[in-house]
């Protein structure tokens, strides 16, 4: 299965570590800002205000995180990561990510998601709209 959908994250100085190669905890930070992305573009339309923390509405919380890493990624100005969808369940779904840079895959990992109604603080099913425009996005 391909990446359908990539964004850039740059690295920025501070993801360096002694060694010279970014830290391993900002692989987390750069499949949030991948997956963040990946659902402004295909559930948001583009608009990234329906993530917005205000306190009503759906949002999405981490309930598991992996992470694979392959090779260090050194001072570079970016890498490419790819998000995919493989499936989604009732009130959760799994994000697949790959991390590359110019010479090729860094970072492998996958999140699990639960969709959460923020009004209630308790888990809720996919919204229907939500399930619609990924399931568009990643089978058809």
Known sequence: MSFEFTTA?????????TYGHVNN?????????ARIDYLAEVVGRGDRSFLAADGEG??????NLEIDYERPVRSVDSVT????????GTKSFPFEYEVRDEAGVVATGESTQVTYDREAEAPQAIPDDWRDAISQFEWQ
């Open 9 to 17: 994250v740059d690295i920025r100085y501070d993801d360096l570590d």
């Open 25 to 33: 905890v900002r692989y987390g930070t750069y499949f949030e800002e």
């Open 58 to 63: 759906t949002g999405i919380v981490v309930a």
């Open 81 to 88: 990561v790819g998000v995919r969808v493989p499936n989604l």
